[in-house]
């Protein structure tokens, strides 16, 4: 393990930023089988397999990884807060954004047992990298 659930959370963003391959291995690695992750305006999944699977769908969005910027992290007991900027990154290193998200993880025994983003599903660069006009 990571160690603390605050370095849990950070090690799973951080590895968006390395692409779809190291954030399916670390949505394997630390999702909990039962855990919920629940995002504004998308469905929800349940298990570390589904979860993995929404990253492939970046590559035919035009989109190789996710870069996260952290603003505040805040861990207490089971549960980490998490306030940050989410790049999307295009193969050509191009990034769509700012997306500002805060995100809610609880824990259990290291892994991610429920995860929850609250985010504006109407931010101008999400329709962008959606390929949604205004």
Partial sequence: MAGTNEDVIRAVLQSWGEGVDAAK???????ADECVWEQTG????TGPEEAAELFDSMPAMGFRSV?????NVIAAGDIVCTERVDWLVRPDGSRVGPLPIVGVTEFRDGKIT???EYFDSGNAALREAA???E
């Fill in 42 to 45: 998308f469905p929800a999944t």
């Fill in 25 to 31: 291995a670390a949505t394997r690695k630390y999702f």
């Fill in 131 to 133: 390929g949604k006009p």
């Fill in 67 to 71: 870069d996260v910027d952290f603003r």
């Fill in 114 to 116: 429920s995860w929850r």
